[in-house]
């Protein structure tokens, strides 16, 4: 901004132009050859120079319209225009920035180790396909331990890992045709009997990842179906269980997955 406060500003005109003034840019210098000396003290101010053509610059000159379109803007509408544009800027941002915070939606997952009401108003999701991090292979040819086993609506089989330790970031995926996802029943540790439920690890907590949503869940070291509820529906093709904490066998350090039941809403 600049002004100059020497000169009385009179312009009948609240915009100007300077069609008859040749302009000429040079690096940041602006050059205006026919503006008076009296501009010259407040644009050097700003990085600008006017190269005079008079040396003395009365009060009388800014009267004669001749000389007042030689202005190339007022320090006032040079302020105003320049406010209205950081306005618009800071605007814009403040209500983009808005309208992206209310488009996240927050959708809450609790657990329930009993059936829930709306669960008959529900259809079971048919999974295409599964598949784990790590799977048990034991000597023990009988025994089909696959992530395929969690998913055959048999709760007597399971999905066992196989990596070293108790099963802590180990992860199990089921693919299905693209649905809205509302309940998941879970069925935890072996279930081919008593013995064999407590003998093997079971999981405690684990990330249920679906869609783009992503929830912690804990269960309670029962040998009951666990049941996920999500608060919303949520759109997806997929869903990944990926362990975090475990109730540790007595016998094996295998964690074991019998059934995963997933239900649209």
């Known amino acids: 901004m600049f002004t100059a406060p020497d000169i009385e500003n009179r312009f009948a005109d609240p915009i100007f132009t300077a069609p008859d003034i040749e302009n000429r840019f040079a690096d940041p210098i602006f050059i205006a050859p026919d503006i008076e000396n009296c501009f010259a003290d407040s644009l050097k101010i700003y990085g600008l120079h006017c190269r005079p053509s008079h040396q003395e610059c009365p009060v009388e000159l800014l009267k004669n319209n001749n000389y007042r379109g030689k202005c190339f803007m007022n320090g006032s509408l040079f302020k105003f225009i320049l406010s209205s544009v950081l306005l618009a800027f800071i605007c814009t941002i403040l209500y983009g920035g808005i309208r992206t915070t209310e488009k996240v939606i927050a959708v809450q997952a609790s657990v329930s180790d ?101 929830f912690d869940v804990e269960f309670t070291d029962a040998q009951i179906p666990h049941y996920i509820i999500l608060s919303d529906k949520v759109e997806a093709e997929s869903l990944t269980f990926t362990v975090n904490e475990i109730y540790a066998g007595e016998e094996y350090d295998d964690c074991c997955i019998s059934e995963l039941t997933v239900y649209a809403g």
């Open 114 to 214: 009993d059936e829930p009401s709306s669960l008959g108003s529900t259809k079971v999701i048919t999974v295409s396909s599964a598949s784990a991090t790590s799977v048990l292979h034991g000597n023990d040819a009988e025994y089909n331990n696959a992530p395929e086993m969690a998913v055959d609506g048999d709760v007597i089989t399971s999905w066992q890992e196989g990596s070293e330790g108790q099963g802590s970031g180990e992860s199990i995926t089921l693919n299905f045709e693209k649905s809205e996802v509302k309940v998941i029943a879970c069925y935890l540790g072996n279930w081919q009997d008593d013995w064999s439920y407590y003998a093997n690890c079971r999981p405690k907590t684990m990330t249920l990842q679906i869609g783009n949503q992503s």
